[in-house]
Each structure stands twice: as structure tokens, then as C-alpha cells.
């Protein structure tokens, strides 16, 4: 992964003051807002919505990282975009004049059409911490399959809403086996630095790491990871670190140092919000439906796709059906809800001659989480940032790399928390069950036992040299591993398997994958970079040949 150690020097021997400056030159040239109000956000609420039997040349479904750079490209180059979300505008604020709940008091805003909260933390010194709450289209949805949790972000925004903003990109040796139809040069030439530039990726100040009240958790994982002679890495991000600063001097609203994560950032976080969607919008040419469902995309009869399409309110509730014609359509709903959505068009005949890969290659980058419990002299602070900003290296060896991740519960914990991305070959499979008119997943719960393998390979080392133990009160009554979960799901519509080598599925001319469906399971590091990168390759070469 392209990450900054902690040493001068990092592996491929450029120096870390380089390192900083090149991303800081990177943020210069695009310009980015460090942080945005309840207000700006405000300002950008979309036009009206779509039209019952509109006409129009591309449609988006849904409005993450593949979605937002399509909209954006296509824009530029002179196409309308409409895009249909799910999710809410997240452009209001509450009762509390925040768009966003803080973590540690979740309330309707907090999770997607459930009466009661489901944590990935569900426990915490013995007592379960899960609340009851009004049933809303709020902004993490925990999707509940057969063998795991997928957590999604549900709104405008996609995942970037709802994520902790690690900008990661993977070390070059392993990216042959991330995707392995991609050539490798394009990508680290021109795509991985054109998304991050997009993103506006940026890496923590090293000196203010050190003297940080808020990353006393992250020095105290640092020391541990190298008393066990493991690499520590700084990992970029997209949060403004000038704002993170003045939160710690109290000079302006906390929203990092107030554990703001789960459920949104109200301030300092750079969402697709304030990046490649503002863009999209600034063209004139872009439209967003929020709180619209796309149900099924059938060739039209004149040319291009009927789409029909839900508009739902925010309980949930269907209140209008329509149905507009596109002539080109991408799909963009994430790795489980274009997953979902290809499979049901497949199985139902709306788009019978997708091929049979559709739904296959699906995977949850190999995410586990643990907590230790530290001993007294090593205590983890009362205030802690809840922006991870590094992780420990044992890929080569072990097949994980472990983010230091925070406990912002306002108490002093002594805990130190991870989670865990691994090498794990297990890949399941989306499929329509008719009868229950719904899409299916047959991920095992027992291969989650090869990520805990590979995570044991960082943490039983280091409890051994510190003398410290796992905490078991974090998951459930005496259980050690977050294993029920994923933060990343990838795959379900594989690049060079359901679809060309560029997200063109194949039977249908003018439909196209361009999110984490395309990936195969895994990518060694936070996704959400490599899903941005591929994106624009892959957008550049739909606008260069089928436009």
C-alpha cells in the first residue's frame, strides 16, 4: 500500500518529507474545501426530482465513489447526468442543528429503516449498548445476510459518508492479484494519483502526531507494533488536518474529537460530497434524485433502457412508481446493491442474457476486528480521534494489515482496538430466490477463521511480548473476535468476468458496472481509492469509444 512509515525513509527509499509535500501540491491543485457547513450543504440540494417518463441520456444508480465519477466525466464532456439515490440528501440539519448524529447517542438519523441500532460494537464492559430507534432511511444501513453484516453508507455520498476516510492505495506487488485483467502502469500513472488528487487525499502532519492528545491511541499502538518488530505505517486520509488542529484548540466545532464517524461528519471529513459530486454539480449538468430505488432497468423498445424506479419517503414507504427511459445506464449501488439488482434482472428476464458470472466474486476484503486490553502505564486517552490515521504492516508475512483504529467513548479505556484487513481466498455468490422475491448470499461464517488466522499472526505476538490479553467484551459475552462483519464488500459483477475489461456487461450495449462490484473480494488495503482509480479508467475509456 502507498503509505508513509514512520522511519525517513519508506521501502521504495522516498523520503517522508517528499511524501508530504507531493500530496500537499496534489490538494493545492484541485482546490479543495477543507471542511463544510450545515449550510453549504444546504446550498447544493438537488433540483426536483425526476420526472414519471423522462428521457434522458445517461442515468446513474446511485451516487458513491464509481457513480460520482462517472456523473463528473460525463459532465465534462458535455453528457446530462441524471442520478437516482436510495438514500437521503443529508443537505438538513436535525433538531440539534447537525446533519449528522454522533456516534455515541444514535437517534433516527443513525441507521437505515430499523427500530433498533445494530452496532458493529454491540457490547462494552459486559452490557449490550444497542437502542431502540424510529424506523428511518438514515445514513448506515447493517445488512443482514445469512453469514454476515454488511455495513453501507446510504445517502448521497455512498460509503464515503459513513467510512473512516483511509485513502489507501496498494502497494504495486500486490496489485496484480487485486485485478489482475488491469495493467498495472495506467494505473499507478495515471488513475491511482487522478483519484486521490479527486479526493482530495492528504497525510497527517508527523510533528503534531507526536504531541497529539487525540492519537495517544495510535502512538501506544505504534509502540507496541514496533516492540514486536512489526511495520507501522501512517496511512493518508481524506480528513482536513488544519481543522482537526483547531479542533483540538477549541477554535472551532468538534466533529473528529466528538467520536463523529459511524453516522456521518459534520465538519471536517471530505466526503464525495464536497469533492467529486460538488464538481458534478458545479457543470450544470448533473441531477440528483435522492430517496429513489431503482427496480428494474428492461431494454426499451425504441432503443436505450427503461428504468423503473421507487420513490420512497422516509419511513420507507413507496409513494410513487415511474418509469424513464435511458440511453445508456451505469450501475453504482455498491457491491451488494448492484450485486443484488443484476441478479434479480437476470433471474426475473428483465436482462436475460447477462451471463452467468453475475452475482459470483464476492468477498469482504478479509475484515475482522479485536480489541486488547493494555495495562495501567499504558493508557490509551479519554480523547481520541475517531479518524484513523495509521496501521500495522504484516502483509508480506501474514496476510493482514490492522488499522489502529480509536475508542472515542469519552472514558479512559487502556484498550487498544483494530480492524483488520487480510488475505483470505473465500469468495461467495449473490443468487434470486424466487419464492421469497429476494436476492441471497451464501457467505460461511467459518471462513472468517482464515481472517482471524491471519490477524493472530499481529496480535498474539504482540499480546505475548507486552503481557496483555484480548478483550472479550466487545462483540458479545466473552467473545475475542468481530468476525460477524464487513465494512468493504467487493465483487458480485467481476471486471473481465460478468463485464468487459472496462464494466460493459455483456449482452446488453449501454449498460455498464462502475463500482466495487467490479473487484474480486479483496484489495490488501481500504477500497474505496481503488474503486475511485478504476472508475476513471474506466469512464475515460466509455467517453474515448461509446459516446
Same mark, same amino acid.
Not at 502507498?2 to 493545492?28: E, H
Not at 477543507?34 to 414519471?52: C, E, K, L
Not at 438538513?92 to 442543528?97: E, K, N
Given at each position: 500500500?502507498?503509505?508513509?512509515?514512520?522511519?525517513?525513509? !519508506?521501502?521504495?527509499? =522516498?523520503s517522508?518529507? *517528499?511524501?508530504?509535500? &507531493?500530496? $500537499?501540491?496534489?490538494? @493545492?491543485?484541485? +482546490?479543495?474545501?477543507?471542511?463544510?457547513?450545515?449550510?453549504?450543504?444546504?446550498?447544493?440540494?438537488?433540483?426536483?426530482?425526476i420526472?414519471?417518463?423522462?428521457?434522458?441520456?445517461?442515468?446513474?444508480?446511485?451516487?458513491?465513489?464509481?457513480?460520482?465519477?462517472?456523473?463528473?466525466?460525463?459532465?465534462?464532456?458535455?453528457?446530462?447526468?441524471?442520478?437516482?439515490?436510495?438514500?437521503?440528501?443529508?443537505?438538513?440539519?436535525?433538531?440539534?442543528?447537525?446533519?449528522?448524529?454522533?456516534?455515541?447517542t444514535?437517534?433516527?438519523?443513525?441507521?437505515?429503516?430499523r427500530?433498533?441500532?445494530?452496532?458493529?460494537?454491540?457490547?462494552?464492559?459486559?452490557?449490550?449498548?444497542?437502542?431502540?430507534?424510529?424506523?428511518?432511511?438514515?445514513?448506515?444501513?447493517?445488512?443482514?445476510? !445469512?453469514?454476515?453484516? =454488511?455495513?453501507?453508507? *446510504?445517502?448521497?455520498g &455512498?460509503? $464515503?459518508?459513513?467510512n @473512516?476516510?483511509? +485513502?489507501?492505495?496498494?502497494?504495486?506487488?500486490?496489485?496484480a492479484?487485486?485485478?489482475p485483467?488491469?495493467?498495472?502502469?495506467?494505473?499507478?500513472?495515471?488513475?491511482?494519483?487522478?483519484?486521490?488528487?479527486?479526493?482530495?487525499?492528504?497525510?497527517?502532519?508527523?510533528?503534531?502526531?507526536?504531541t497529539?492528545?487525540?492519537?495517544?491511541?495510535?502512538?501506544?499502538?505504534?509502540?507496541?507494533?514496533?516492540?514486536?518488530?512489526?511495520?507501522?505505517?501512517?496511512?493518508?486520509?481524506?480528513?482536513d488536518?488544519?481543522?482537526?488542529?483547531?479542533?483540538?484548540?477549541?477554535?472551532?466545532?468538534?466533529?473528529?474529537?466528538?467520536?463523529?464517524?459511524?453516522?456521518g461528519?459534520?465538519?471536517?471529513?471530505?466526503s464525495?460530497?464536497?469533492?467529486?459530486?460538488?464538481?458534478?454539480?458545479?457543470?450544470?449538468r448533473v441531477?440528483?434524485?435522492?430517496?429513489h430505488?431503482?427496480? $428494474?432497468v428492461?431494454?426499451?423498445?425504441?432503443?436505450?433502457?427503461?428504468?423503473?424506479?421507487?420513490?420512497i419517503?422516509?419511513?420507507?414507504?413507496?409513494t410513487a412508481?415511474?418509469?424513464?427511459?435511458?440511453d445508456?445506464?451505469?450501475f453504482?449501488?455498491?457491491?451488494?446493491?448492484?450485486?443484488?439488482?443484476?441478479?434479480?434482472?437476470?433471474?426475473?428476464?428483465?436482462?436475460?442474457?447477462?451471463?452467468?458470472?453475475?452475482?459470483?466474486?464476492?468477498?469482504d476484503?478479509?475484515?475482522?476486528?479485536?480489541?486488547?486490553?493494555?495495562?495501567?502505564?499504558?493508557p490509551?486517552?479519554?480523547l481520541?480521534?475517531?479518524?484513523?490515521?495509521a496501521?500495522?504492516?504484516?502483509?508480506a508475512?501474514?496476510?493482514?494489515?490492522?488499522?489502529?483504529?480509536p475508542?472515542?467513548?469519552?472514558?479512559?479505556?487502556y484498550?487498544?482496538?483494530?480492524?483488520s484487513?487480510?488475505?483470505?481466498?473465500?469468495?461467495?455468490?449473490?443468487?434470486?430466490?424466487?419464492a421469497?422475491?429476494?436476492?441471497?448470499?451464501?457467505w460461511?461464517?467459518?471462513?472468517?477463521?482464515?481472517s482471524?488466522?491471519?490477524a493472530?499472526?499481529?496480535f498474539?505476538?504482540i499480546?505475548?511480548?507486552?503481557?496483555?490479553?484480548?478483550?472479550?467484551?466487545?462483540?458479545?459475552?466473552?467473545?475475542?473476535?468481530?468476525?460477524?462483519?464487513?465494512?468493504?464488500?467487493?465483487?458480485g459483477?467481476?471486471?473481465?468476468?460478468?463485464?468487459d475489461?472496462?464494466?460493459r456487461l455483456a449482452?446488453?450495449?449501454?449498460l455498464?458496472?462502475?463500482?466495487?462490484?467490479?473487484?474480486?473480494?479483496?484489495?490488501?488495503v481500504?477500497?474505496?481509492?481503488?474503486?475511485?482509480?478504476?472508475?476513471?479508467?474506466?469512464?475515460?475509456?466509455?467517453?474515448?469509444?461509446?459516446?
Amino acid at each position: 500500500m502507498s503509505v508513509t512509515p514512520v522511519c525517513s525513509t !519508506g521501502s521504495d527509499g =522516498v523520503s517522508r518529507r *517528499r511524501f508530504i509535500a &507531493g500530496t $500537499s501540491s496534489i490538494l @493545492g491543485a484541485v +482546490a479543495l474545501a477543507g471542511h463544510t457547513t450545515s449550510a453549504a450543504r444546504a446550498d447544493s440540494v438537488a433540483a426536483a426530482p425526476i420526472p414519471d417518463g423522462a428521457k434522458v441520456p445517461v442515468l446513474v444508480i446511485g451516487t458513491g465513489y464509481g457513480g460520482s465519477v462517472a456523473a463528473l466525466r460525463l459532465a465534462e464532456a458535455g453528457v446530462d447526468v441524471q442520478m437516482v439515490e436510495m438514500g437521503k440528501a443529508w443537505d438538513t440539519p436535525g433538531s440539534d442543528g447537525k446533519i449528522f448524529a454522533n456516534t455515541t447517542t444514535p437517534d433516527l438519523r443513525s441507521f437505515w429503516l430499523r427500530t433498533r441500532t445494530k452496532q458493529p460494537i454491540s457490547n462494552f464492559l459486559g452490557f449490550p449498548i444497542d437502542k431502540d430507534v424510529p424506523r428511518h432511511t438514515g445514513i448506515l444501513d447493517a445488512e443482514e445476510f !445469512g453469514g454476515i453484516i =454488511v455495513y453501507q453508507g *446510504r445517502g448521497v455520498g &455512498g460509503g $464515503s459518508l459513513v467510512n @473512516g476516510g483511509m +485513502a489507501v492505495t496498494p502497494k504495486r506487488e500486490n496489485f496484480a492479484a487485486v485485478l489482475p485483467t488491469v495493467d498495472a502502469g495506467e494505473m499507478y500513472g495515471t488513475y491511482y494519483p487522478r483519484a486521490n488528487a479527486g479526493l482530495g487525499v492528504n497525510t497527517i502532519d508527523p510533528n503534531w502526531f507526536e504531541t497529539a492528545e487525540c492519537y495517544q491511541y495510535a502512538r501506544v499502538g505504534r509502540k507496541h507494533a514496533q516492540r514486536s518488530n512489526f511495520a507501522f505505517t501512517f496511512v493518508p486520509d481524506v480528513y482536513d488536518w488544519d481543522y482537526m488542529k483547531k479542533e483540538q484548540a477549541g477554535t472551532v466545532p468538534k466533529s473528529a474529537l466528538a467520536g463523529e464517524i459511524l453516522y456521518g461528519n459534520n465538519y471536517g471529513k471530505k466526503s464525495l460530497q464536497q469533492t467529486y459530486i460538488a464538481r458534478a454539480r458545479a457543470t450544470g449538468r448533473v441531477t440528483i434524485s435522492p430517496l429513489h430505488k431503482v427496480t $428494474s432497468v428492461t431494454p426499451a423498445a425504441g432503443g436505450g433502457y427503461t428504468v423503473t424506479i421507487d420513490q420512497i419517503n422516509t419511513t420507507g414507504d413507496t409513494t410513487a412508481t415511474k418509469s424513464v427511459t435511458a440511453d445508456k445506464v451505469f450501475f453504482a449501488a455498491g457491491s451488494v446493491g448492484t450485486s443484488k439488482l443484476l441478479v434479480k434482472l437476470k433471474a426475473t428476464g428483465a436482462l436475460p442474457r447477462l451471463n452467468g458470472e453475475i452475482g459470483k466474486g464476492w468477498g469482504d476484503n478479509g475484515n475482522v476486528m479485536c480489541g486488547r486490553a493494555n495495562h495501567l502505564w499504558d493508557p490509551t486517552g479519554k480523547l481520541q480521534s475517531s479518524i484513523p490515521t495509521a496501521g500495522i504492516d504484516n502483509w508480506a508475512a501474514g496476510g493482514a494489515f490492522a488499522e489502529v483504529a480509536p475508542l472515542p467513548t469519552g472514558i479512559e479505556t487502556y484498550a487498544s482496538f483494530y480492524l483488520s484487513i487480510t488475505k483470505t481466498p473465500h469468495r461467495a455468490e449473490f443468487t434470486w430466490n424466487s419464492a421469497a422475491n429476494r436476492a441471497e448470499l451464501n457467505w460461511q461464517t467459518a471462513w472468517k477463521q482464515t481472517s482471524i488466522d491471519a490477524a493472530k499472526t499481529i496480535f498474539d505476538k504482540i499480546n505475548s511480548k507486552e503481557g496483555t490479553i484480548y478483550r472479550t467484551d466487545l462483540f458479545g459475552t466473552y467473545k475475542i473476535w468481530g468476525d460477524h462483519l464487513t465494512y468493504h464488500p467487493l465483487g458480485g459483477a467481476v471486471l473481465g468476468k460478468a463485464t468487459d475489461n472496462y464494466g460493459r456487461l455483456a449482452g446488453y450495449p449501454g449498460l455498464y458496472v462502475i463500482d466495487g462490484a467490479l473487484i474480486p473480494g479483496n484489495t490488501s488495503v481500504n477500497p474505496f481509492v481503488t474503486i475511485t482509480a478504476l472508475a476513471e479508467r474506466n469512464i475515460d475509456k466509455v467517453i474515448a469509444t461509446d459516446l
